[in-house]
Nanobody
Framework: QVQLVESGGGLVQPGDSLRLSCVAS????????MGWFRQAPGKERDFVAAISWIAVNTFYADSVKGRFTISRDNAKNTMYLQMNTLKPEDTAVYYC??????????????????WGQGTQVTVSS
């Protein structure tokens, strides 16, 4: 019901930063809890971070805690993932996700109602 488009990926060196953006259309972003997932070649799609629809609660995978920050700007229909101190193991396709219900935190694929197409993040020296 909501369409999502990610941007901001690219090739960076270890220790660099990137900010990913996810723009929603078709329905207001304020109707959804939002999240980010990532998938590396040959691996499952894993949870990275999530933010509640009320934008007061955030959740992070242990592997990114302290380095990544999820935020949202409902007035711009946009969600962000600020990624600092990037590591080679962060290399993956990153996917924006909207929950199936505004009260449901998208922390696993089964909780996701809509996916973006993904944006590639490559961390290499």
């Amino acid at each position: 019901q909501v369409q999502l488009v990610e941007s901001g990926g690219g090739l960076v060196q270890p220790g660099d930063s990137l900010r990913l953006s996810c723009v929603a259309s078709g329905r207001s972003l304020s109707n959804y809890a939002m999240g980010w997932f990532r998938q590396a070649p040959g691996k499952e799609r894993d949870f990275v971070a999530a933010i509640s629809w009320i934008a007061v609660n955030t959740f992070y995978a242990d592997s990114v805690k302290g380095r990544f920050t999820i935020s949202r700007d409902n007035a711009k229909n946009t969600m962000y993932l600020q990624m600092n101190t990037l590591k080679p193991e962060d290399t993956a396709v990153y996917y924006c996700a909207a929950s199936r219900d505004k009260m449901l935190i998208p922390n696993s694929p089964s909780t996701v109602g809509s996916w973006g197409q993904g944006t590639q993040v490559t961390v290499s020296s």
